[in-house]
């Protein structure tokens, strides 16, 4: 059979770009890999999203905004996000309880 040529050229690009692009098109397969790679890079997790991802998500706002986005595709972006953050929740989790610790 033919060889199946996958697009992940964008794959290639900086950990921010990858989490655009996945969010903005959907696509949940790399999130949680992403995600940690994001939280590695940034250090704490509250920071990737509050970073790359709400940015990614505040681009999805405004294409849904300017009608060049439709909502079953918005959905698909919440659900990248979702993804994503629900990975990060229990790092934020033991950060929370080692500043307890901590004090």
Known sequence: GKAVVVKTAWREGTIEERLRHSLIKGIPDFAELDAEEARA????????????????????????????M???????????????????????EEEKGLALLAS
């Open 70 to 92: 439709f909502l079953p595709q918005v959905i698909k972006s919440a659900r990248v996000m979702k993804k994503a953050v629900a990975y990060l929740v229990p790092f934020m």
């Open 41 to 68: 890079k940034y250090g704490r997790p509250l920071s990737v999203i509050e970073g790359p991802l709400m940015d990614g998500m505040n681009t999805v706002g405004d294409l849904f905004g300017s009608g060049k």
